[in-house]
């Protein structure tokens, strides 16, 4: 499975907690993610992570042609939503594709647990017939 990460700055040392904490599960897939969240998670833990740009230098997009062109299946993006962002628009058109594209996303901790599980246990398979 094809798994996309993002966080926002107040969320990345989270993110690499998440990753740690399932790096067993994470590992058996390919993860993507936007260019400063791949670095700390490559950093924070053994995953290989395929990354794009910084979000705010076009990363996001990248994440979202990918969705688009169905080659992402789960995506994780922990969202600080107390902090306004800049690139609200970019951030915001994530949440949308995966709404359109039927893609599962989880926006904070507990989902992002609770998707992982369920990848580990098979029941995001039918992602592969989806395709």
Not at 7 to 15: E, I, T, V
Not at 25 to 33: C, D, H, R, T, V
Not at 59 to 73: K, M, P, R, S
Not at 80 to 91: C, F, G, M, Q, Y
């Given at each position: 499975m094809n798994i996309g990460l993002v966080?926002?700055?107040?969320?990345?040392?989270?993110?690499q907690n998440l990753c740690i904490a399932?790096?067993?599960?994470?590992?058996?897939?390919?993860?993507?993610?936007?260019g400063?969240?791949?670095r700390l998670v490559e950093e924070a833990s053994d995953l290989t992570v395929h990354k794009y740009l910084?979000?705010?230098?076009?990363?996001?997009?990248?994440?979202?042609?990918?969705?688009?062109?169905?080659?992402?299946?789960l995506v994780i993006f922990l969202r600080?939503?107390?902090?306004?962002?800049?690139?609200?628009?970019?951030?915001n058109s994530i949440v949308r594709?995966?709404?359109?594209?039927?893609?599962?996303?989880?926006?904070?901790?507990a989902t992002a647990e609770l998707l992982i599980k369920?990848?580990?246990r098979g029941d995001l398979e039918w992602r592969e017939m989806y395709k």
């Open positions: 966080a926002h700055d107040a969320k990345k040392k989270l993110m399932y790096q067993g599960i994470l590992s058996k897939n390919e993860l993507f993610a936007t400063t969240t791949g910084s979000g705010h230098l076009g990363g996001t997009q990248q994440l979202g042609a990918q969705i688009e062109h169905n080659d992402i299946d600080d939503p107390l902090t306004a962002k800049s690139h609200e628009p970019d951030v594709l995966c709404d359109a594209h039927n893609i599962p996303l989880a926006t904070n901790l369920s990848l580990d």
